[in-house]
C-alpha cells in the first residue's frame, strides 16, 4: 500500500455519481490535470460531483457540530473511497450574481480596503468628523443615499415619454401619460380654467407650463362650469401633474393593466442626489489624491493604479504624520495603497484593466466573473490546495486566455494541484494530465477512456477529444454566402461604443469577434436587439435594459425583419418542475396521448389528470416533485424520494395507465434517442425529439429538472424548440457566445443547426470566440482593437479570410492559422 502524502496521487475508487459507472481513476497532485469529454460526458460528475464534493464534506466534518449547521453543506458523492485529497476550492463558471448590489469590487474584496482607505486616510472637509468605512458603502444604512437607498438610479418619468408627440395640443391628447375617458377630460377642464390654452401645440407653450403640467405636486382645485344646455352642477377638479398621476397609481393601483400602462412611462435613470453613487453627501465630500470614492469606483482599473502607486510607492521614512483633515501620505495610507495596487495588478496580468470597481456583476460575463475570482484565489497565498476550475477560458478571446494560463501557472507554481474541466484544447495541450470521459454523453458516456499524459491521449480511438486535440477530426464543409441586404446602423453610442456604424449582412451568418470588453454584448444583445424590437413594436424583454437608451443616429434596413429571436444560455426554467418536456412543449403531446388511451377514457382522464403539477394527478406526499428533503440536524439536508411514489411524481391511479407498457413517469425518465423510437408516431412529439437530437442532446432524459442543466444544455434547447417550428419568414436570431462549455464535438452539431437557419432565408448573429464557428462564418465584424476605453470601434469586417489579414485586429493571428488548417 502507498503512503499518500508520498505517491503524489489522489486515488478514487467506484466513483457513481450522476452517470458514472464506478469509476477508478488516479490523479496526480501538484500538476494541472484537464478533465475532457463530450458535453454530459460526466467531467464535472468527477471533478466538482466527486472530488470537491468529498473535499468540502471532509472540511465540513472539522467544524464544530453547531457551525455546521450555519454552513450550505454539500452532500456526500456517490464514491466508495479517495484517498490523496487536499483540502479544494471551487472556481465554477457562473452568470452575475443576481444581485444589482454585487459590484467587481465586491467579488474581489477591493471595496473593502478601498472604503478603509477613504475612511483612515482621507482628505475631509473643514470640521468634518472622521466617517467609518462604513459610511462609504452603498450596502449599508449608514452610507446609502437616502433617496435611491444605495442603488444609485431611482424610477421616474421623462418628458419624451409622457408627450411623445409634442406637436399634438393637450386637448388633442400630447399628455399620453393622463388617464384617459371622463378623467382626462376633467383634468383637460382643469388645465383650461388655470389659464392654459390646451389647443395650442406643446412644443409652443411655454417652458414653466410645460414643466409645472408634468411635474409639480400642487394639486389646486377648479370650478368646472357645466355645459351649456346641461342641467347639472358644476363641480372643483382637482389637478393632478402627469408625474403625479404616474406615481399615485404605481404605488396605490390594484389593477395590473393600470400599472403596466404606468410603467410605460417610467425610466430608471441616475439618481439626482447622489448622482449615481448610491452614497450619501458626506461620504462623496472625502477625497483621496483628489478624487472622490465615487470617481475611483467609475474609473478603469488601469487608471486606479496610476492614482495610487505614487502613494504606495512612498517609503515608510517618507510617510507623514497625519493631520486632523487628511492622511493622504501616512503610513496607513502607504500600506493599504501597496495592498490595493498589488491586487489590482493581478487582474492587470488578466486582462481586466478596463474593468471598474463599481462594475455590477450583472453585467459581467461569466469569464470575466470567473477571472475576478482566480485573482483574488491568487492572492490569497494558499499552499497545497486543489483548485477546481469550470471551463477557465470559456468567454475568452485566444489573446486573453494566454495571460489567464499564465496566471494558472503561477498558481501551480506555488504548490497547488489544478483539476480544470476543459473543452479549450489549446488549454488541453498546456495541462501535465488528462483525464478523458466517455465515449458518449449521459447512459454513453460515464467511463474514464484515459487518464495519463497529454500525447498518450492520441492513440486512444473511441475519443472524441483525441481526434480534435491531434487534428483527426474533418472540418465542417461550408461554402460560404452572398449577403443578401444590409442592415445599416450609423452613430451608435452605449458603454465603450462612441459614435460607431456597423453594417450587418443580411441572410448569412455573421460572428461579432473582438477581446473581452471590446463591445460584442453591447452591440448584439443590447444595442442590435433593442433597434430591432422597437421596430417590431415589442417592449423590453428584461426591466434593466430600460436603464440605459441607445443612442443609434439613423438605422435602416429594419424592415427586412418580422421576427426576433434571441437564444442566450439563461436557465429554462428556475425550479425542478420546468424540465425539458415542458418547456419544448413535447409533453403536452404525451399528456394528450395517454388521456387518448381507452383505459383514461374509461376513467374519464383529460390531458390535465397527466401532469404533476395539478392536485388530481399528482402524488400527494411528494406534491409531483418526486423527491422530499430530509433534515439531518448536524449533517447536510438531503432529498430522499418520495415514499409513496418512489420519484414517479404521480399517484397510483395515474401510473395504472400506460401506453405500450408504459406509463407517464417511464416516459419522463426516458432519453431523448430512446423517446425518439417510442413516440414515432406521435408527430407533434417527434419533431421536437429529433431536433433536440440533432443538436447533441439525445442523452437529456425527458424530465430532467431546468435546474440541472447546464448553460450550454438550455441554450441548444432554445435553439432546438426554435428549429422545430415551420415559420416562414425572415427573422434575425442573435446569440451570444453560443459555444460556450460545448466540446469541439458538439461545437460542430450546433454550427450545422445555425447554418440550418440561415438556409431558409433567415439572418443569425453571434458573439463568438472559438475560432472554428468564426472560420465557418460567412461574414465577421471585428471590435477592438482592446478592451474598454480602448475598444468600441470596428477594426475589420468581411469574409473570414479577409479579416484574417487585417493588422490592427486582435482576432486576425489566432484566425489565420486556423483557416488554413481548413
Known sequence: MKDDATDHFVHVRGAGEHNLRNVDVDVPRDAMVAFTGVSGSGKSSLA?????AEAQRRYFESVAPYARRLLQQVGAPHVQEITGLPPAVALQQRRGAPSSRSTVGTITTLSNLLRMLYSRAGTYPPEAERLDAEAFSPNTAAGACPRCHGLGVVHDVAEDLLVP?????????AIAAWPGAWQGANLRSVVSGLGIDIDKPWRRLKKKDRDWLLYTDEQPSVLIEPERDRVDYGYYGKFWSARKHIMHVLADSKSERMRERAMRFVRSVPCPVCHGSGLRPVALAVTFAGHSIAEVNAMPLTEVVALLRPVAGLSEAGAATSTARSGETTEVAVRICADLVARVDVLLDLGLGYLGLG???TTLSPGE???LRIATQLRSGLFGVVYVLDEPSAGLHPADAEPLLDVLDRLKAAGNSLFVVEHDMDVVRRADWVVDIGPGAGEGGGRV???????????VEESATSRYLFGRAQPLEHRPRTPQGWLHLHGVSRHNLHDVSVDVPLCVLTAVTGVSGSGKSTLVTQVLAEVVRSHLGLGHEEPDEAELEVDVQDASGLESFDRLVRVDQRPIGRTPRSNLATYTGLFDAVRKLYAATDEAKARGYAAGRFSFNVAEGRCETCQGEGFVAVELLFLPGTYAPCPACHGARYNAETLEVTHRG?????????????????????PSASRSLETLGEVGLGYLRLGQPATELSGGEAQRIKLATELQRARRGHALYLLDEPTAGLHPADIALLLRQLHRLVDVGNTVVLVEHDLDAIATADWVIDLGPGGGDAGGRVVATGPPAKVARARRSATAPYLAPRLVRA
Do not use: C, H, W
Open 449 to 459: 477512456l484515459y487518464s495519463g499524459p497529454v500525447p498518450g491521449l492520441e492513440q
Open 662 to 682: 408504459k406509463n407517464i413517469a417511464d416516459v419522463l425518465a426516458m432519453s431523448v434517442d430512446d423517446a425518439a423510437t417510442f413516440l414515432a408516431d406521435v
Open 165 to 173: 408627440d409634442p406637436s399634438l395640443s393637450i386637448r388633442d391628447g
Open 359 to 361: 462594475r455590477r456583476s
Open 369 to 371: 466573473a470567473q477571472r
Open 48 to 52: 466538482f460531483g466527486t472530488l470537491y
